[in-house]
């Protein structure tokens, strides 16, 4: 595989990794052509996630090889200089989505709802893999806690977390939410369900590197709720464009989605305008033409030096 690795990057001006196991494998397989290497970095490299070993290995390289190490958070660039990465190596670039997937279907909730087989009421949302550190059973605990709420759980299990998914159809059972808590599996949908439920929950019990569910969350006009770790905080800049409360926190989670779901309370006319302004961050900060453009940026500028890159990357853009 090196030596196939090897014979392609020899026709390239540039290697882009998107994994740690790429950044590996095209580090040590285009040593000797000195190729500019980009390592676009999606985790949070520590010890809680990764081994020692694997952390020392990639560090290594990354400190020896890398041209630049783009980060899509700050909480993944600061992990990575935590561990003895190099700082002057990295780079935050968000992760963006395209926001024409978030445009159509009805602008009304009531009619999403019964379109989609939704319950009417308060209703509340989390997406995202079912798995223990997403924290959906902290969601199903403030539930308990909040009489006459509904929930939809949208997401499957991966890399064997069937036992989780079990234990969360107990918890239901064992809470006496039956009939209030719906499992929806994968959906492609995702962005009219966003918007049909009244506030969508993020209740992660570990930092996340980035938080794709947040940015969508924005762009479909709906109050977000989340933990106040990882990249949360950059996403909704430490609480304005959405509602952070402390990781497995139940009463805090509970006491948020109490004052987010009464339309009576005194902070219903915040929350909207934090929608709005949550909307137009979104647009500007995470779009995946925005990426797509900082990406090329700095791949050109890797390439042909920050003088001629910059002039390139214009010329570009001015043809598309």
């Known amino acids: 595989m090196l ?24 580090a040590i397989a285009t040593t000797l052509q000195q190729r500019p290497l ?11 996630h990764f081994g020692h070993y694997q952390l020392r290995l990639v560090i290594r390289l990354a400190n020896w090889r890398a041209s630049q190490v783009v980060a899509p958070s700050r909480a993944v660039a600061e992990a990575f200089v935590a561990v003895g990465g190099r700082a002057d190596l990295v780079k935050i670039v968000a992760n963006g989505v395209k926001v024409s997937t978030h445009e159509t279907g009805p602008n009304s909730r009531a009619l999403l709802r019964r379109q989609m087989g939704l319950p009417d009421g308060t209703l509340f949302g989390v997406f995202s893999r079912l798995s223990p550190w997403k924290g959906q059973h902290v969601a199903l605990e403030a539930l308990a806690l909040l009489p006459g709420a509904a929930c939809i759980i949208v997401g499957e299990a991966l890399f064997g977390e069937r036992d989780y998914v079990a234990g969360l159809r107990q ?4 809470l006496g939410l039956l009939g209030r808590v719906h499992f929806l ?16 929950v993020h209740p992660s019990i570990e930092p996340e590197p980035f938080g794709l569910t947040l940015v969508e969350a924005m762009f479909a006009r709906t109050p977000v709720l989340a933990s106040n770790t990882g990249a949360a905080l950059d996403i909704l800049d430490s609480g304005r464009f959405g509602t952070l409360v402390p990781p497995g926190d139940v009463a805090a989670l509970a006491a948020a989605l109490s004052r987010l779901l009464d339309n009576n309370a005194p902070e219903v006319s915040t929350t909207q305008r934090q929608v709005v302004e949550a909307r137009r961050h979104a647009e500007t900060h995470y779009t995946a033409d925005r990426m797509v453009r900082d990406i090329r940026r700095l791949a050109s500028k890797l390439v042909h030096g920050p003088d001629r890159g910059h002039d390139l990357v214009q010329e570009l853009e001015g043809r598309s």
Do not use: P, T
């Open 38 to 48: 980009l390592w676009h970095l999606h985790d949070i490299l520590d010890e809680a």
């Open 3 to 26: 030596g196939e690795i090897r014979r392609k990057a020899a026709r390239y001006d540039l290697i882009y990794c998107n994994s740690q196991k790429s950044f590996v494998l095209g």
């Open 171 to 174: 918890q239901v059972e064992r």
């Open 185 to 200: 599996g994968h959906r492609d949908d995702v962005a009219l369900l966003m918007r049909a439920v009244d506030v969508v």
